[in-house]
Structure formats: C-alpha cells, structure tokens
C-alpha cells in the first residue's frame, strides 16, 4: 500500500508539472521548425513551457508578429530595420544553418555535380536550360550529363530560405542582383513554385532534372541529392558542418546592426557559399510580459543546453558571445509598461 502511494503521488506531481506548463506561441520560418521542435519536447519537462510554434513561412512570422497575434516571430530574412522599429521589434539569431542546391538528374549521385554560382543564376534566369549545356559540362568533365530538360523549383510562399539563396545570387551575379534582387518573394524568370522546404524537397525529388533549394536539414534527412558550390576562394566544397561552420566563423557579428550578420559567400578554402542565421522577433513593448518573459526563458534555456541537439539536426550553434550579446538586448531592451527589464 505504501509503495502504491508513493508511486500515485510521483504521478500526481507529474500531472501537477504538466498542467502548470506555460503556454508561449511563435509562428513563422519552416527552416528552424525541426531545431525548435525537439527544443519544445525537452522544455516542458526542463523549465514548464510548452511551445506551439506554426512554420507558416518567414513573410507569414513577420506579419503575425507585426500584427501581435503571436507571442514571437521567426524569420530566416532580417527583417527590414525600418519595420523593426516601427513594429517595437527586438531582432536576435537563435542558430544558423545552410542553404543547399538540390537535383533529381538519372544516374548523378549527391555532390558529383559541380556548379558555379553564376550558372545557377542562368539556369534560374532561364537561359540555360538543359543538363548537357556546354556550361555545365565544362564545369563536370567527370559526370555524365543527359540532354534532359532543367526543371527549376522555387518557394511559392515568402520565403526566408529564398532570400538567403536569392542573396547569394545575388551575390556571384551582377545581372541577376540588378534584375530580379535578393527578397523573401522575387519574380521568377523561370520555374515553378512550390511551398515550404518540404514542399520544393518533394517536388525535385518527384521530377526528373529537377533542380531547387533547401535548408540543408531537409536534403540530410530526406537524403536528397545535393551538389557542390564553388566558393568564393574559387575552390568546390561540399555541404558539410564542417563547411558551414568555417563560413559561419567569418561572420562581424560586432558590427551587425539588429543581429543581421552576413553570412553570404564567406571568404575561406572551406568555406560553404550559403550560410545564414535565422532570427526570433519579438514585441519591445509586450502585452503580456509574462509571456515575453516565458519566450525569453525558453531561448535562454535553449542557448543552454540546445546546441547538441541543434548539432544533430544540422544546425550551427551560436557563438556564446552572440549568446551574452542577445542576452543584454534582452534586459535592456524588453520592458513592462513602467519601463522595467521584462527578463
């Protein structure tokens, strides 16, 4: 009987945790979903906050933000410093990832295929169009290319993922900068959309010479077949942590004003060409601190003990002192309406 009680008043205190979880709300960018999820499931238990996050696309985090409707956003794009302001939005990183090129061309396994950054511009441009092109097979004497139709694929949605790789178009084509520009939504010379990472991951993997981009979490775990960039150091690297974290060692965070550190096309022989932070927005002014402050505790806890399992998800942790960085933004500048530190 003894032991019966005791293991009924275990149950009941588990219950009791359980129940008195505090419920913060976020919505926004698919490519920090996976990290946030598996940092949901340990937080309940760790610190009593339980995480509805929504990965509704960066455009759709910024105006639900915007609009206050949830507790944070989340945007793989910087949003524009002028919104910030105007919104009351504090901006801060909460990891970084990689975007990659991935392909569905017969009889060409992962990273065999090498591509500069200006032909990828021509093939999104729409002026190359076939895999045999001259172009192409200069580039990948090694590789046995068919005369089969390229089929670009591009998210449909606002996009975070499509501002960092239209950045890096940007970025290695001057025609492709002065044309079509470096945003979350561009008009596409050529292709056809589809939405989230998952829905560009599938759509290549069900076209033949299809081609398209993705964080680099959703190629790892739908084992997709990605292909080499050539970086700014001229040498072709494959999409590799190793590769992500030398071009993520580069970044000025000291001189990144609301956290936007360019990760874009790094110096370094390693250094992968696609790199970028993804970033949480939150009200400077909330509604309800306590959920701020929830919201605040949650990141803190992650910056803590998050970034093995960022690791294993593809993620590059931060840097801790961009950690302590956004910790005092925190403090100084998340208030309570009598203007004292929310967290």
């Known amino acids: 009987m003894k032991l019966a009680m005791t293991a009924l008043a275990i149950s009941l205190a588990g219950f009791t945790v359980a129940a008195q979880a505090q419920q913060i709300t976020g919505a926004g960018a698919t490519f920090p979903a996976p990290v946030y999820t598996k940092w949901g499931e340990a ?20 105006n639900q933000i915007l609009n206050r ?19 009351k939005l504090l901006q801060f990183p909460t990891v970084m990832g990689a975007v990659v090129v991935i392909v569905n061309i017969p009889g060409v396994e992962s990273n065999k295929l090498r591509l500069p950054g200006e032909l990828l511009a021509e093939i999104y441009g729409g002026k190359i169009t076939k895999w045999n092109d001259p172009k192409i097979v200069e580039a990948n004497r090694d590789v046995k290319l068919p005369s089969m ?5 591009y998210r449909a949605d606002g996009s975070g993922t499509s501002y960092v790789y239209t950045s890096y178009l940007s970025a290695v084509s001057s025609e492709w900068k002065d044309k079509v520009g470096a945003n979350t939504s561009v008009k596409w010379p050529a292709g056809a959309g589809a939405k989230g990472n998952d829905g560009v991951a599938a759509t290549v993997h069900n076209t033949r010479g299809g081609i398209g981009y993705v964080e680099f979490a959703y190629a790892a775990q739908n084992k997709l077949t990605t292909v080499q960039l050539r970086n700014k150091a001229g040498h072709y690297v494959s999409p590799t942590m190793e590769a992500f974290s030398a071009a993520a060692s580069n970044g000025d965070w000291a001189n990144a004003k609301n956290f936007a550190v360019n990760l874009i096309d790094q110096p370094g022989d390693k250094s992968w060409p696609i790199v970028s932070a993804t970033f949480i927005e939150l009200p400077k002014d909330p509604k309800d601190p306590s959920r701020s402050a929830n919201v605040m505790k949650f990141f803190d806890w992650a910056y803590k003990n998050g970034d093995d399992a960022a690791t294993k998800l593809e993620y590059v942790p931060l840097p801790a002192k961009v950690k302590d960085s956004v910790r005092a933004a925190w403090h100084s500048e998340v208030k309570t309406p009598d203007g004292k530190p929310v967290f």
Not at 76 to 87: C, H, T, Y
């Open 43 to 62: 937080a309940k238990s760790a610190i009593g906050i339980e995480l509805n996050y929504q990965a509704i696309g960066s455009g759709g985090g910024q």
């Open 69 to 87: 409707t949830v507790d944070f956003g989340a945007s793989d794009a910087p949003m524009d410093p002028a919104k910030l302001e105007s919104g």
């Open 149 to 153: 139709a390229i089929a670009p694929v």
